[in-house]
């Protein structure tokens, strides 16, 4: 399983695999179980209110669904907060409950971000 960080999601849908590096979209492409931690969707529909993207997370997500098979994670919020409470290399919590989403399967996080990179081993890019 593998699971997708916010600014992933956006350059997927806006220039496919141009901004993501070469073994981050082979993994993408060889992927049986690509999903996304519902607070992507969250900072997704954050960043389109302070128009640092142009559309919302509906269109992303529903687009990425169609095309690459994104789903949603429904691990139980309660578990997912407990990861994430237990980081401390963060004040983010948009960060924080991502990379606790992937965790506590620990599955892949394909991020661009080099402060997950250096706090999550899981980390693909």
């Not at 960080?5 to 806006?14: F, P, R």
Request: aromatic share 10%; with cysteine; proline share 2%.
């Amino acid at each position: 399983m593998i699971y997708l960080d916010t600014h992933v999601l956006v350059w997927l849908y806006a220039s496919g695999s141009k901004c993501i590096s070469d073994a981050a979209y082979a993994a993408i492409e060889v992927a049986e179980d690509m999903r996304v931690s519902p607070m992507v969707l969250l900072e997704l529909d954050f960043l389109h209110e302070i128009k640092r993207i142009t559309v919302g997370s509906n269109e992303i997500f529903t687009y990425l669904h169609h095309h690459l098979g994104l789903t949603v994670c429904d691990r139980a919020f309660a578990d997912v907060v407990a990861d994430a409470s237990a980081q401390c290399w963060t004040r983010d919590p948009f960060d924080r409950l991502i990379v606790a989403q992937a965790a506590l399967g620990k599955d892949q996080l394909i991020s661009k971000d080099s402060m997950i990179q250096s706090n999550y081993s899981e980390t693909l890019w």
